[in-house]
């Protein structure tokens, strides 16, 4: 990832998350859906977030260590 912010978040997001948040953007039709979704994965690593259809009832302890690894990047 050319963001290192992204990237820290990245690398400390569970493999369970990984698999959802690549199947999220992959599974979009449009050519320019999946860059979209690409971008807003990039942007709500970068800022500690999960995306958007995983932002639901309690957030998973892994997030705020992989947060503070995006804040510190």
């Not at 997001?13 to 971008?39: H, M, Q």
């Not at 309690?58 to 804040?71: C, I, N, Q, S």
Request: net charge positive; charged share 30%.
């Amino acid at each position: 990832m050319a963001n290192p912010a992204a990237a820290a978040f990245w690398e400390i997001a569970t493999p369970s998350y990984r698999k959802i948040a690549e199947n999220w953007v992959a599974s979009a039709k449009r050519e320019e859906t999946r860059e979209s979704r690409l971008v807003q994965l990039i942007e709500d690593s970068a800022v500690g977030l999960l995306i958007k259809p995983q932002r639901y009832g309690d957030e998973p302890k892994w997030v705020a260590r992989a947060a503070e690894a995006a804040r510190q990047a």
